[in-house]
T-cell receptor, first 114, second 113 residues
Framework: ETGVTQTPRHLVMGMTNKKSLKCEQHLGHNAMYWYKQSAKKPLELMFVYNFKEQTENNSVPSRFSPECPNSSHLFLHLHTLQPEDSALYLC?????????????FGQGTRLTVV | EDKVVQSPLSLVVHEGDTVTLNCSYEVTNFRSLLWYKQEKKAPTFLFMLTSSGIEKKSGRLSSILDKKELSSILNITATQTGDSAIYLCAVGAYTGANSKLTFGKGITLSVRP
């Protein structure tokens, strides 16, 4: 248990659906992240929020829309996804910016787009 | 573009063996190198190495950062089946006012009884 909780753990959605992934941490961390992990590929950084402000959008398609209402919660809203978006989506948090302090990861959401 | 390369990509050993996992990097404005263990889903933090802390040890695991060679190794001695996992290397670098982690593809370690 890392202190970072993601829901749901598994999600199957059609290409026309809208769904949201949720992440929460009560570690007192100030930075939160979304990563995508596909088979045989490195973890890809998608979004970074620092003190609720988005500080990085790593050229992610607009069908992925993040939301950070407060420092403890992070959402990833999904709509009109493609089958190639199927992957493990990991949320992480860190006290300071990643690289200055270690990041703690949630269990991830295994997303399948059909 | 920042790059992190891990080798080998996969490794099979027997319990009791010692393994060495490698990570090399090319990044601008290096800040730190981190090792994670990923067993099922959540990567769990192992070590963070910086210019001021180039060697870390915890039980059977140890890691060294070689800033001259731009690389790091993770050693596991007396391996156990519970060490079977994917080992991820990530490098932290400054990006202006921010910093970010770049991950390697990971090394899949299988420890056979």
């Amino acid at each position: 248990e890392t202190g970072v909780t993601q829901t749901p753990r598994h999600l199957v959605m059609g290409m026309t659906n809208k769904k949201s992934l949720k992440c929460e941490q009560h570690l007192g961390h100030n930075a939160m992240y979304w990563y995508k992990q596909s088979a045989k590929k490195p973890l890809e950084l998608m979004f970074v929020y620092n003190f609720k402000e988005q500080t990085e959008n790593n050229s992610v398609p607009s069908r992925f829309s993040p939301e950070c209402p407060n420092s403890s919660h992070l959402f990833l809203h999904l709509h009109t996804l493609q089958p190639e978006d199927s992957a493990l989506y990991l949320c992480a948090s860190s006290l300071g910016l990643a690289g200055n302090t270690e990041a703690f990861f949630g269990q991830g959401t295994r997303l399948t787009v059909v | 573009e920042d790059k992190v390369v891990q080798s080998p990509l996969s490794l099979v050993v027997h319990e009791g063996d010692t393994v060495t996992l490698n990570c090399s990097y090319e990044v601008t404005n290096f800040r730190s190198l981190l090792w994670y263990k990923q067993e099922k889903k959540a990567p769990t933090f192992l070590f963070m190495l910086t210019s001021s802390g180039i060697e870390k040890k915890s039980g059977r695991l140890s890691s060294i950062l070689d800033k001259k060679e731009l690389s790091s190794i993770l050693n596991i001695t007396a391996t156990q089946t519970g060490d079977s996992a994917i080992y991820l290397c990530a490098v932290g670098a400054y990006t202006g006012a921010n910093s970010k982690l770049t991950f390697g593809k990971g090394i899949t370690l299988s420890v056979r009884p």
